[in-house]
């Protein structure tokens, strides 16, 4: 599937890519059903869409113990389903949702990377402007051409960012019905575990604003 096609090599690049700013995760939207409520369920299902099974079991992990902090029970998928578990066809899918059911879950939560994107841009030398009446040197020849002699002659570079999109949905796992989605964006992640921090702060904040996680 192009979708865990995408997240794994997505993932697999957040997981390697080592950058010096802290990463940080913007919830670009959500939705919710009239009666949703999180807090009504005590088993969720934790599925990270990805054939890495690495990537797979360290979002799962977290994110189980993310939920667990918050009051509520969880299930990885790796627990119910191998890694050779394939379910495209609508039988399949069928089958996977009894086998959740079998597992004690009352609600899915999955993470998927839907999309990612590349923009280069570039980043000028360290030469700023700055106001006359701030600083002497702009006063004499000698002040600016000493203050900025080499500066200007100093080459910027094109640095590339890369946006990661990520989609959240929680499902009522006897109806299968969506009761919760957000979709959300992360730039230039330093690596999988600072994503899935990041992640996980924006996405408490987020549950909590929509009164599907109390708070504590």
Not at 19 to 33: F, Y
Not at 60 to 85: H, K
Not at 127 to 144: A, E, I, S
Not at 197 to 214: F, I, P, V
């Amino acid at each position: 599937m192009k979708t865990n096609a995408v997240w794994s090599f997505g993932l697999f690049t957040l997981m390697t890519m080592l950058i010096s700013c802290g990463t940080t995760n913007n919830i670009t939207g959500t939705w919710k059903a009239p009666d949703a409520n999180l807090r009504q369920y005590e088993k969720v299902f934790v599925a990270a869409l990805t054939s890495d099974v690495p990537v797979r079991q360290t979002v799962e992990r977290q994110l189980a113990g993310w939920l667990t902090d918050n009051g509520i029970g969880s299930i990885q998928s790796l627990e119910v389903l191998p890694p050779d578990f394939e379910s495209k066809e609508l039988e399949m899918t069928n089958v996977v949702l009894q086998k959740i059911q079998e597992s004690g879950s009352d609600a899915i939560m999955t993470v998927a990377l839907i999309d990612q994107t590349s923009e280069e841009r570039y980043v000028p030398s360290g030469g700023m402007y700055q106001p006359m009446n701030r600083f002497g040197y702009y006063n004499t020849f000698g002040g600016y051409w000493g203050n900025w002699h080499g500066n200007l002659y100093q080459p910027g570079y094109y640095t590339t960012d890369k946006t990661y999109y990520i989609e959240t949905n929680v499902y009522d796992a006897k109806s299968g019905n969506l009761v919760w989605s957000a979709q959300s964006e992360t730039v230039n992640p330093s690596e999988l575990d600072s994503f899935l921090e990041a992640y996980k702060s924006s996405m408490s904040k987020k549950l909590k604003q929509d009164g599907l996680l109390a708070n504590r």
